[in-house]
């Protein structure tokens, strides 16, 4: 079946569903989990503006606030997938494009399947740039699975 899953998670409310069905398939798999973020400055500056409570336009996040709020995302999906019984997991953060990053990473470690939500962060980004996932199927060499 599957021996490498890959996971993309971004902190919105889909992962949350893409971290369980990516556990269910791991725990019948008995395979670890690799949880992939590659954090968007856009995305960021969203969630720093609004913890901050500045307007996210008026001030881009800094590297240092983009690598925390990436962190942060790591930490939570880790908990969430232990939560769901998943204790084997690798947190994996890179810098780059979202979609070239995570299957660039899934070849890497010759994964079988590469695990993502339907929509997540990126909703105004994904109207001009297209889908992160749907990129994903694009390039990846292995097996894709969209979570809705």
């Known amino acids: ?5 890959v996971v993309a998670v ?16 791991a725990k019948t798999a008995g395979v670890p989990l690799t949880l992939v ?5 856009e995305t960021t500056a969203l969630a720093v503006g609004a913890i ?16 925390a709020a990436g962190q942060e995302v790591l930490d939570r999906a880790t908990v969430l997938a232990q939560g ?3 204790n084997d997991v690798t947190p994996v953060m890179r810098q780059g494009e979202a979609a070239d990053t995570i ?11 590469i695990v993502t939500g339907r929509r997540g962060l990126g909703g105004l ?3 001009v740039l297209g889908s992160t996932s749907q990129r994903i199927g694009h390039l990846a060499k ?3 699975l969209t979570v809705v």
């Open 103 to 113: 299957v660039e990473i899934a070849h890497e470690m010759d994964a079988d399947i």
């Open 10 to 25: 971004d902190g919105s409310e889909i992962s949350a569903r893409v971290i369980q069905v990516a556990c269910d398939l």
């Open 142 to 144: 292995c097996s894709c």
């Open 52 to 67: 901050a409570g500045m307007h996210a336009a008026m001030a881009m996040p800094t590297t240092e606030q983009i690598e």
């Open 125 to 127: 980004t994904s109207l």
């Open 1 to 5: 079946m599957f021996s490498k899953i």
């Open 84 to 86: 769901y019984g998943c």
């Open 37 to 41: 973020h590659v954090p968007q400055s």
